[in-house]
């Protein structure tokens, strides 16, 4: 049985491991509750792929920073939280010297947005998500438009919001990256609902 926000049994964090280890459908666990995460339609999952591509080649070669798609776990306020980001880019070294399947401290975190997601990951989860002290950067992409809205931490701890549409080029300041925002979406166009 799995916890709805309303109601439902209290997971330990160890229990929502053995849970995760012995299921074929991913559990984001938060503060004792287990949620069941939804199937990705098409635009989703060509956008995260694109994503993928582009920030991996970007950074290969770079030594210090990795990209990690959709099957990787973010770890933080001391096991309390455990949430799978569409795309995270980690550049620690402990992350890096760990052969579990989660790391805790990224720099970049990418969520692509749905109906079902759209309000958790645009609320509750960033307001968790800004927890993490290594997170410099985290971006929501709309997968119904051509739309990325970007935000990034200034040294004051204050959080800065940028929109990117059509024509434009995306800047993902924490690792260096910039690109045309079409290059996101490519081949996903035919499930946008709106393109302009």
């Known amino acids: 049985?799995?916890?709805?926000?309303?109601?439902?049994?209290?997971?330990?964090?160890?229990?929502?491991?053995?849970?995760?280890?012995?299921?074929?459908?991913?559990?984001?666990?938060?503060?004792?509750?287990?949620?069941?995460m939804a199937g990705a339609k098409k635009a989703h999952v060509a956008i995260v792929g694109n994503l993928s591509g582009l920030l991996f080649n970007h950074l290969r070669g770079s030594g210090d920073c990795v990209t990690y798609a959709t099957d990787i776990k973010?770890?933080?306020?001391?096991?309390?939280?455990?949430?799978?980001?569409?795309?995270?880019?980690?550049?620690?070294?402990?992350?890096?010297?760990?052969?579990?399947?989660?790391?805790?401290?990224?720099?970049?975190?990418?969520?692509?947005?749905s109906d079902s997601t759209e309000a958790f990951d645009r609320g509750e989860k960033f307001s968790d998500y800004k927890n993490i002290?290594?997170?410099?950067?985290?971006?929501?992409?709309?997968?119904?438009?051509?739309?990325?809205?970007?935000?990034?931490?200034?040294?004051?701890?204050?959080?800065?919001?940028?929109?990117?549409r059509v024509g434009e080029k995306v800047e993902l300041a924490s690792i260096g990256f910039t690109c045309p925002i079409e290059f996101l979406y490519e081949k996903a166009e035919q499930f946008l609902e709106d393109q302009g």
Request: charge should be negative.
């Open 133 to 164: 002290l290594e997170l410099e950067e985290y971006a929501l992409v709309h997968q119904k438009q051509v739309l990325v809205e970007r935000f990034w931490r200034k040294a004051s701890g204050l959080w800065l919001a940028q929109t990117y």
């Open 1 to 36: 049985m799995i916890a709805s926000k309303s109601s439902g049994p209290y997971f330990t964090p160890e229990e929502y491991l053995q849970l995760e280890r012995e299921s074929s459908v991913k559990h984001e666990y938060r503060q004792g509750l287990v949620f069941a």
């Open 74 to 113: 973010v770890e933080f306020l001391e096991g309390s939280i455990y949430y799978y980001p569409d795309l995270a880019v980690t550049c620690d070294k402990r992350d890096q010297a760990s052969n579990s399947a989660l790391i805790q401290h990224p720099k970049l975190i990418i969520e692509v947005l």
